[in-house]
C-alpha cells in the first residue's frame, strides 16, 4: 500500500539552526500539507502545496518557514532560524481527494 | 477560535463495550472527518462525512453528524483492545480550499 515517508524521524538541533524535513507523497497526489503536534496538543495546520505552489498557510508559518517540492517527488519544509517553541511533530501528508494520508511524522527537538 | 473539540478527552472501556466520542465545531464546514493515531505514530483516516450527510457508516465505525448543532459523534462498537489510540474529528471550513482544522482528540483505552 503506498504510504507517505519521512526523514529524519528525529532530529535534534540547536536554536537557531537551520532545519530541512523531508517528506515523499504519495505518486499521484495532488495536493500536500505540513502539520506539527507540540506534545500533548493538538494537531495545527501549517501549509498546504498545490501546483507548486503555497495554496493556504496559517499564522504559525510565518517568514522563518519555507516549502518547497524541488524535485517530482520530495516535498520539503525548511525551519530557517530554529526556536525553542519548534520543537514538535511534524507531520507531512498528501491528498488525492477529501481524505489525507500523513507520514508517521519528524520529531524536532531544538536546544 | 477553536474548532473541532471532542469529549470526553479521555474514556476508558472494557473490550465489547462500545465507545462513543463527540465533536463539535464552529464554523459552516463542507465535510468532517475522524482520525486516529497511536501513540508517536502519524494519523490516519477513518472516515468522512459530507455536510449533506447525516450518517456513516465503515465495518465498525458509525458517525453521525448534525449540522444544525454543529456536532458529530463517532461510534466504535465491539471495541477491542487494538482500538486504544487518540481519536480526533477535523473539519474543513467553508471557504478552505484545502486546510483541515483538528480538535484536541479523544484519548480512548479498552482494556483487555
Known amino acids: 500500500e503506498p504510504e507517505v515517508t519521512q526523514t529524519p524521524s528525529h532530529q535534534v538541533t540547536q536554536m537557531g539552526q537551520e532545519v530541512i524535513l523531508r517528506c515523499v507523497p504519495i505518486?499521484?497526489?495532488?495536493?500536500f500539507y505540513w502539520y506539527r503536534q507540540i506534545l500533548g496538543q493538538k494537531v495545527e495546520f501549517l501549509v498546504s502545496?498545490?501546483?507548486?505552489?503555497?495554496?493556504?498557510k496559517s499564522e504559525i508559518f510565518d517568514d522563518q518557514f519555507s516549502v518547497e517540492r524541488p524535485d517530482g517527488s520530495n516535498f520539503t519544509l525548511k525551519i530557517r532560524s530554529t526556536k525553542l517553541e519548534d520543537s514538535a511533530m511534524y507531520f507531512c501528508?498528501?491528498?488525492?481527494?477529501?481524505?489525507?494520508?500523513f507520514g508517521e511524522g519528524s520529531r524536532l527537538t531544538v536546544l | 477560535s477553536q474548532q473541532g473539540e471532542e469529549d470526553p478527552q479521555a474514556l476508558s472501556i472494557q473490550e465489547g463495550e462500545n465507545a462513543t466520542m463527540n465533536c463539535s465545531y464552529k464554523?459552516?464546514?463542507?465535510?468532517l472527518q475522524w482520525y486516529r493515531q497511536n501513540s508517536g505514530r502519524g494519523l490516519v483516516h477513518l472516515i468522512l462525512?459530507?455536510?449533506?450527510?447525516r450518517e456513516k457508516h465503515s465495518g465498525r465505525l458509525r458517525v453521525t453528524l448534525d449540522t444544525s448543532k454543529k456536532s458529530s459523534s463517532l461510534l466504535i462498537t465491539a471495541s477491542r483492545a487494538a482500538d486504544t489510540a487518540s481519536y480526533f474529528c477535523?473539519?474543513?471550513?467553508?471557504?478552505?480550499?484545502?486546510?483541515?482544522?483538528f480538535g484536541s482528540g479523544t484519548q480512548l483505552t479498552v482494556l483487555p
Open positions: 477535523a473539519n474543513r471550513p467553508s471557504g478552505s480550499a484545502r486546510q483541515l482544522t
Open positions: 505518486s499521484n497526489h495532488l495536493y
Open positions: 462525512i459530507r455536510s449533506n450527510e
Open positions: 501528508a498528501s491528498s488525492y481527494t477529501g481524505e489525507l494520508f
Open positions: 464554523t459552516s464546514i463542507n465535510n
Open positions: 502545496f498545490y501546483n507548486n505552489e503555497i495554496s493556504e
